[in-house]
């Protein structure tokens, strides 16, 4: 037989339940409660009959209205068997419908009867127990009502009464988690009641003493309630219970008692005072070792993970092994800002900068007050929420503001010639041009290889620049533009933008030869291209897969893996006959020479073999060693580097092979943090040897008996400031700040020598910044060795065992911290083994790339034009280091000098392009790289492309950065991208003439079409954009807004949507097109708001790898992010298909066909747009808001205790603010 249903739709009994069940409580009690049951029953009938009544209701009536302890004892016991089933739903209706004010309300009086009732006590507290932790305000309900006296009293009258105690520690556990709460227990003695009844040692009601341990923790987690378990010494209590368990639990049964002694040593190392307590009762040596027992047993992690958080957490704090934490360089700034850090960093007085905070973690007073706990939950639910999305709907809409006059912006113009061009004399010069092309290259490959046949000696791990490299010192001089396309081969001296007048005159030709006329008239047979609906067709068609490097002639050279390539050239010392001399390999890494006096040993006759490298500029089309060394002589450094690294001086050639992501090794990190504790344990055991310090500016390179790996650090983009070998084999680096900063460590590269064979060796790097990192999710760190360099495979790879990155015990000072007091540094660390004896390697965060890199680059970009291509160089202004800021200018000639191919080629729309405005990020130059080859490739979409678009791009906005070390800033020690608003011409140049261009094209009537600044990720996965959007800001904020404030083209998400298609490390789902207020001041944000400019974007390329697509599972490399940098501009083609040509229809059909959606016409007054149909998502799209380029913007830190787990979607800090 079926039983009767005992819940209606809220889960509760029906009516005809309770009528039941109160018979049932009649014949029970008998005649005595024969009319207190009748009355129940009528008031039952009548309210289960009255509108909005419930089964509920009426059982708690009868229990308020019960006067008989037999009767209250049977409606609890009835309720007892109802809210143990029914997974919360039934307690949930219980505590909406008052229950826990009436228990309440029981318990104050039954305790007032002499003596009280142990059963109605043991039945009140077993289901205050039941309902507490579904109460929000259960704290706040026991602490009015008085509640908490009379289950404190009760617990000291029944000490040994372990029926009646149990639930009251159960009701006390919930108690405790209000704080409020917990600081009056502790004044009421419970703390020291609670240490009664935990101790001594007794493997008796091990049930109970769960309960304890769990009530004990919570009351803990108030600092008072810590200070007074120190003061009692109870520390060394909880010492002993846990050395007792850990001894006596052989087979692991009682382990969630372990835990929960852990859980109250952990609590009270919260403050300072329980970490003196913790260290002075041995409690180090005491985790170790019981640590380091359970490290067989794989089911005792969760005690090993604890007691390593608590030994990291008392683990003494040190200060950085540093004179100061401010940058080892100075740059003396022009002028000092009023206010900001740079500020402050100048007016500090001397020995400051790094002071030790005493003060706890996070610790705060505890707050006594109900206000606190009674918005507790309140304030959980705010927290979730992003303050940072800008809600101002005024702010959000874009409102072009210019700034300044259009008289000062006149002298840009200069920059836009071709907006002017007349092309008058195309046809005088254009056959000589083009008979003088074919010769071009080949004269210019021969130019820098004069001496390369020499015999001469041994070359050496890099090379310094001696006297003949002048010494650093801030210049002046005019901005010099290099005008290349091959019709106007011309120098002009342009003056400085703001300071000198704007370029005047007509250019000069370079050549003077007038070609006959014949030749003259096969001009038109010559340049004529294709149709151009024709090309473009042809190679849509081609390629709709996308674009793949793989197979372009930038790698042709490279073989199979292992395989080392054949071409080969010989280089003397001096590799340069400009003053630069090189330095040896080999030789047992002790004679190498240095700046300390220690002259490296030369071969007898002061001769050596000769040497043979890869020839890297026959792999490589934009390299030339011999050009790269020649713009190193252009390159102003602050440090005067005298070196050039062999990575840059050989040049990378991209591996064959692919690099999957490391899978993390279990454990890998509790293992370092235990090596660490070891420090201190045996702190014998330590070398703590320098070996490499910039703060010794005669000797940074300390010279031993050859023990030691030898460091260095001084060359163009090179950042180690100091090396500390600390064993044998293991060795502490410290990063150095941005220059005038005291902060931004993360950006490395740095070389190492005098390694052993086979011997893996420990690095650490123990001053960074971030809270979490890359290198926890299979990321690895990129290593260059020379030797495999010499034997044909010159490349980074990524190398590194056992990596892991975790807090560490080096204390950060709250001045370089944003004035947050107790926070620490970050320790990356990973193991490697050299192959090669006497080798020469480099490290590196990424794949390196210097500004004298970019401007061979630029240099060679030449060697790529055709009669076709208009290429031009300028020189944008000059940056505080005295270094030169180029901006390219590519589109394709005009078809000939008629007045409609002249006004074709005048109105072609502007794309502007940028990047590494942050130093760190060197996945963007290698990005805009593979957009600068493909604009000057001579593949059917790049004429197209530059048949389709006028092409702006300043390919390193902060040289400055770059050729120092630096992570973020410029020598102004600023981030560059957040000085767009008003940015300074002195302390800015760059930022702020480059935002001039932007203004002056607003002013004329022609601001890009797309504006997109190139930028780098440490902490997500895959290539996205970052976008703004009125509408999905206001989605995401909850503000109202009218629907005339929510229109808006939806163009904005037509690129990145074809990306996502084309694109194979690019990921839509990463995107995110919300405007916040932390950003108001980046590129992306002022040129959409201030310039107009609706496609403002900013594109992040990870530093890791991907997840998706093509390449998940793989860290990404140079050829991806060169394919990345081409796929964009393939996209600006689909994305002129898809916005401009109006006349071909059957492109547009065909564009629809590849992204494989339908495009619609958005038809207004004055344009015709297209867009794709499902730009306009139907549900709000999850947005991670913690993630846009700036990481350095307020972390929210999380303590990690157990090992990290991989989750490439969430990391466990956010990363809050991410670089725009």
Known sequence: MNKPKMATEKGVPSNSRVLMLLGQLERMNGEAMMRDVETARQKSGKEVMSKGSSGMEVILSSLENSSDVQTTLNILYILSELLTVGRGRRVGVFVSKGGTGILFQILITASKEQPPSEELMLQLHSLLAKVGPKDRKFGVKARLSGALNVTVNLMKQNLQNSKL???????????????????????????????????????????????????????????????????????????????????????????????????????????????????????????????????????????????????????????????????????????????????????????????????????????????????????????????????DINKLHPKRNLGRPFEELRVYDRFFLELSEDFQCLYHIFIIDLLFFIGLNSIRSTNHRAHSSSSVPKARPRTELSGGLQRYQRKTHPAVSFCTHPHFSCISNSSRPGHHPPHQGPRQKEETHIPSTDTCSTLSSLTKPPPQGHVIEQGLSHVLEGVSLEEEGSTEGVKQEGSPVNATRHIQSPLLLGGIAARRV????????????????????????????????????????????????????????????????????????????????????????????????????????????????SCPVIEDSGESLRFNSQFESGNLRKAVQVRKYEYDLVLNADINSNHYHQWFYFEVSGMRVGTTYRFNIINCEKSNSQFNYGMQVLMYSVQEAISGRPCWVRTGTDICYYKNHFARSSIASGGQKGKSYYSLTFSTAFSHKDDVCYFAYHYPYTFSTLKMHLSKLEDLRTPQIYLRQDVLCETLGGNTCPLITITAMPESNSNDHICQFRNRPLIFLSARVHPGETNASWVMKGTLEFLMGSSLLAVSLREAYIFKIIPMLNPDGVINGNHRCSLSGEDLNRQWQNPNPELHPTIYHTKSLLQYLAHIQRAPL???????????????????????????????????????????????????????????????????????????????????????????????????????????????LEEMGAQFCVSLLRLKRLTGLRNHQHLLDLEGDIIGTHCKVVSTSSTTTYVLEEDEPSFLEAIDYSAESNDEDGEAETEQCIEVLENPDHLSDSETNHRD
């Open 165 to 391: 105690l149990l639930p009251c520690l159960q009701v006390l556990r919930v108690y405790s988690t209000n704080s409020v709460n917990a600081i009056s227990l502790g004044k009421n003695g419970v703390v020291e009641l609670m240490f009664k009844i935990i101790g001594p040692f007794s493997k008796k009601n091990t049930s109970l003493l769960k309960v304890a341990l769990d009530a004990l923790g919570a009351l803990l987690k108030s600092k008072t309630n810590a200070r007074r378990a120190v003061d009692g010494g109870h520390v060394t209590v909880l010492l002993a219970l846990y050395l007792d368990w850990h001894r006596n639990d052989t087979r692991h049964r009682h382990m969630l008692i372990r835990k929960g002694l852990l859980v109250c040593l952990r609590n009270i190392t919260n403050i300072k005072l329980g970490r003196k307590a913790f260290i002075e009762a041995d409690g180090m040596r005491i985790l170790y070792n019981t640590s380091t027992e359970c490290l067989p047993v794989r089911t005792l992690d969760p005690l090993i993970n604890t007691s390593s958080l608590i030994m990291r957490k008392c683990f003494p704090k040190n200060r950085m092994p540093l004179p100061t934490i401010k940058s080892a360089f100075h740059y003396q700034l022009p002028n000092v800002p009023a206010a900001g850090p740079v500020a402050q960093l100048f007016n500090q007085p001397p020995g400051v900068d790094d002071v030790a905070d005493e003060s706890d973690d996070n610790e705060e007073t505890d707050a006594e007050t109900e206000n606190d706990s009674e918005n507790e939950d309140d304030e959980k639910d705010q927290c979730c929420t992003n303050d940072d999305i800008e809600t």
């Open 586 to 697: 080999g030789g047992g890494g002790s004679n190498w020479g240095s700046d300390c006096g220690s002259e490296g040993a030369e071969d007898e006759g002061g001769e050596g073999a000769v040497l043979e490298v890869p020839d890297t500029a026959q792999l490589l089309p934009l390299h030339d060693p011999d050009l790269y060394v020649e713009m190193v002589k252009g390159t102003h450094s602050v440090p005067q580097y005298a070196e050039v690294a062999y990575p840059d001086y050989f040049g990378h050639v991209a591996p064959t092979f692919r690099e999957p992501l490391l899978e993390r090794v279990y454990g890998v990190q509790r293992s370092k943090i235990f090596q660490d504790i070891e420090r201190l344990i045996h702190p014998n055991d330590i070398l703590d040897k320098v070996v490499y310090d910039l703060d010794i500016p």
């Open 1010 to 1120: 797309v504006f997109c600044d190139y930028h780098g990720h440490s902490r997500k996965k895959n290539v996205f954009m970052y976008g703004c959007s009125v509408k999905e800001t206001v989605w995401q904020s909850n503000i109202s807004a009218t629907s005339s404030d929510l229109q808006e083209d939806l163009g904005y998400r037509t690129l990145p949507k074809i990306l996502s298609q084309i694109a194979p490390a690019f990921s839509m789902a990463s995107c995110s097109f919300v405007v916040e207020r932390s950003k108001e001041s980046t590129a992306r944000v002022v040129v959409w708001r201030e310039i107009g400019v609706q496609r403002s974007y900013t594109m992040e390329s990870t530093l890791c790898g991907c997840d998706q697509g093509k390449y998940k599972g793989l860290q990404i490399g140079t050829r991806e």
